[in-house]
């Protein structure tokens, strides 16, 4: 189907698949329901399945799960994989974009929309934070170790930050493993995330910044790529968000 957010294109994101870049308000509502995120996502990680098989992941009925992948088909995100059937009466699903790429949006409404995808997501990523934290101590010596965050506050430049957030994607980028794509013996998936937060107002930028004009800045997101899950902040998600610019893959989708 044609996408109702233009611009699909390879994805550049270096993850097999193509990328969206989301602009369309309906479109960012649809793929922020949480259960089009879960099954989303776990079609980029784990490959082509029947309804029935995601019904679990989502945690709906199998019947559920199909309208839910009839919604992420209508707008583009998966179709129909009938080569993957094990026979004739199967419907498997596969994914067709592994990340999206949310940017400045001049139109209100798709900024709202684009505001509620984000919150999908990170709501999506607090519940398994969450569910790790709590059960923290049952995982292998290991995990725990490399598992948690890292927090510091930066002095930076705008221009020091994007580049810091570039640098951070290209190590990480080789580990976004999609269905299909070898994995080393014991690999497990990770939720990973880049988050800069500023701590400072728009005041004070604009009282000390010369260049800044007496205009207030647009309440627009940044750009937010997503592959997979989650995209969606920029998030690059594959597999899973949609739904943040983050990445996701398979989260998540993306924003």
């Known amino acids: 189907m044609p996408f109702r957010s233009q611009d699909v294109t390879e994805n550049e994101f270096g993850i097999p698949g193509k990328s969206i870049k989301l602009t369309d308000p309906e479109t960012m509502r649809a793929l922020a329901h949480p259960a089009r995120i879960a099954l989303w996502q776990h079609l980029l990680l784990e490959g082509p399945a029947t309804a029935t098989e995601c019904a679990p992941v989502a ?3 199998p019947s559920a799960c199909s ?3 009839r919604q992420l088909a209508r707008y583009g995100f998966v179709e129909q994989d009938q080569a993957a059937a094990a026979n004739g009466r199967e419907r498997p699903w596969r994914a067709v974009i592994t990340s999206t790429t949310v940017e400045d949006l001049d139109d209100p409404v798709a900024v709202m929309a684009a505001r509620l995808l984000d919150y999908s997501l990170e709501e999506r990523w607090q519940v398994a934070r969450q569910r790790y934290e709590n059960s923290k101590q049952d995982y292998p010596a290991p995990w725990r170790s490399a598992a948690g965050g ?3 506050v930066l002095y930076a430049t705008p221009d ?3 580049a810091l957030r570039e640098q951070i994607r290209e190590l990480y980028r080789p580990l976004i493993r999609l269905s299909g794509q070898e994995r080393p013996e014991g690999a497990r998936p990770v939720q990973g995330a880049i988050d800069f937060v500023p701590l400072f107002g728009p005041a004070d930028v604009f009282g000390t910044d010369e260049s800044a004009t007496d205009e207030p800045a647009t309440d627009e997101p940044a750009t937010d790529e997503s592959a997979a899950g989650g995209s969606a902040a920029t ?3 594959a597999a899973g968000g949609s739904a943040a610019t983050d990445e996701s893959a398979a989260d998540g989708a993306g924003r």
């Open 150 to 152: 890292d927090r510091s």
């Open 59 to 61: 945690e709906l009925s």
């Open 235 to 237: 998030d690059e998600s």
């Open 67 to 69: 309208y839910h992948l």
């Open 160 to 162: 020091e930050i994007a």
